[in-house]
Each structure stands twice: as C-alpha cells, then as structure tokens.
C-alpha cells in the first residue's frame, strides 16, 4: 500500500560537504544529518538545492543517499533527490533510491532546452513507472529553469504514485492557487523559506528547508505554534527568523547555511567550485542575525 501522506512538518536539508580537496565528505554528512534528526525533524531531505546534487557524480548520489538512509535509520522518514536532466539518469536514481530503503523521492524536472508540458508529463511518467515509492513533484525554476503551473501539477497528480506537490516560486498567490485547484487532499509543501508562514496559512502540510541546519528551534516554534492555531505565537516566531530565511536565499542556500555551521562553531566542511565561501562582509553579517537569533 501507498503511503502518500509520509511528511507533515518541518523536512530538513542537509549540506552535501566536502573536503579541502573537494571530496565529497560522508562521515561529516552523517553527523550533520543526525544533527537533524536529533533537533527534532519530521523528515530529512537529501539531495535537494542545498545538497548540490547536480554538483555530484553518480557514485557521490547513490554514496549520500546510502548514508542519509543509514544514519536516519527510520526514525523519520527521508526524501531523496534524484532529479536529473535526462529521464533516464532520473529513473537510475530514483531505482537506488527505492533499493537503498528511501521512503519517497522528489523529482525537479531539470532543462537545458525548454521543455514542452507534454514532455514534463511523460518525464515523470517514466520515472513513476519505474518505481513504487510515492514521489514528490517539486517547482523550482529557480533552480531546474521550469516553471510547471498549477494545471500541470495538477495533471501530473493523475500519476498514480505522485502524491506531493513542492513548491518553490516564492509567490504566494501560486500556494493559494495550489490549494484551490488541488483541494485539500493532495499534500503540498512549501519550499520558499521567506514565505514559512504564508504557506502554512494557505494549507501547506510542511515545509522543506535547509534553514533547520542553523535555528531548528525556530523552525520547530513555528510548526508547531500554527498546528494549535496560536496565530500570535506563530507570527512572533516567524518574523524573529525573517531576516536569516532571507539572506540564505538571496546568498545561495549551499554557502550560506555551510557558513553558518561554522559561525556556530559546527565544523561543515568545503564547497566545491564553482562555489566559493561568502565574502567576509557578508560572513560578518550572517553572524550578527545568528548572534541577535540566539
């Protein structure tokens, strides 16, 4: 049987890091995964944006998905990325993913050339019908250069095994559109961090986001303030981490949140080029929010 409501909450990021010679770090992935786990995440979500997952080769995917799903152990369950620009790659993936012992998979339809709707469609398709785990379908042109509407997402919903919907556009209409044409069955889960609070309120189930490395108890106030509609308690929370869900987006989510594990003294390891640490200015910046937030 299907299990297509596994996440509600708070699906936490992990970092993909690396060592001074730019290799991928497993055992520094797996304590700053359990770092995760023990804050008290809902789900844990290797391989999205923050993970760098079109940064690794294969071996390094199939090496983090591996350790993501033997550190959690199934504590929680974890949602594993396996988007890639050609279907088949995405399919390879999402096969281990299945095997190693993934709960579900989230899928970025990624373009170099611009894809056609009817192209999207059969994408996931093929994808879908290559494994049984739920998938999470995930709107990101930010990142994968497509932008799927809610009509699309709503056709690709009449795959039977995608069951969520991630979104990640940054307009709040588009969650309140979602809802509207999805109704209030389908799973959809916020993937735009200054919009935490919005998305709730609009019906969002969960919110993914990578800001769970650095203030996990802001994170957890949240959720759980608007699970027992204490409106006030929710707001007061969300606006206190405002200002840090903005920077790490406008400074890139890799590099951000690898930077603020080590203002907090959490050791996070390398990026690997072409990204490169933050400026100071802006490194002294992220210390000043995390010293006001703590």
């Known amino acids: ?19 001074a010679q730019e290799k991928v770090d497993i055992p520094l992935f797996k304590s700053l995964t359990e770092r995760l786990v023990q804050s008290g995440a809902h789900g844990i979500a290797p391989l999205g944006s923050t993970g760098v997952l079109p940064y690794l080769t294969e071996e390094e995917k199939e090496a983090v998905t591996t350790a993501a799903i033997q550190q959690v152990a199934k504590r929680i369950p974890v949602l594993v990325g396996v988007s890639h620009l050609t279907t088949a790659g995405a399919i ?18 990624m373009s170099y050339w611009k894809l056609t709707e009817d192209e999207i469609f059969r994408h996931y398709e093929k994808i879908a019908g290559s494994i049984s785990l739920p998938i999470m379908a995930y709107n990101n042109p930010a990142t994968g250069g497509i932008d799927m509407s809610p009509a699309l997402l709503k056709r690709l919903l009449q795959i039977p095994n995608i069951t969520m919907v991630k979104e990640s556009t940054g307009d709040i209409q588009r969650m309140f559109t979602l809802r509207k044409e999805l109704g209030e069955a389908v799973a959809f889960y916020n993937g735009s961090n200054p919009l935490a ?3 709730f309120t609009a019906g ?12 996990p108890g802001l994170n957890n ?9 204490d409106m006030t308690t929710a707001r007061d929370v969300f606006y206190q981490q405002l200002e840090l869900l903005q920077f790490i987006v406008a400074k890139g989510l890799p590099v951000a949140i690898q930077a603020g594990l080590k203002i907090q003294g959490i050791e996070s390891g390398y990026l690997r080029s072409p990204l490169q640490p933050l400026s100071a200015a802006d490194y002294q910046k992220l210390r000043e929010i995390l010293e006001q937030l703590n």
């Open 92 to 109: 390879r993936h999402a096969l281990f993913a299945e095997k190693a012992g993934a709960d579900a998979v989230m899928i970025l339809p």
């Open 197 to 199: 609070l919005a998305a």
């Open 204 to 215: 969002a189930r969960g919110w993914c986001t990578a800001a769970y490395n650095l203030i």
């Open 221 to 229: 106030r949240l959720f759980e303030a608007f699970s027992r509609q």
């Open 1 to 19: 049987m299907l299990q297509t409501n596994l996440f509600k909450g708070i699906i936490a990021y992990p970092i993909t890091p690396f060592d």
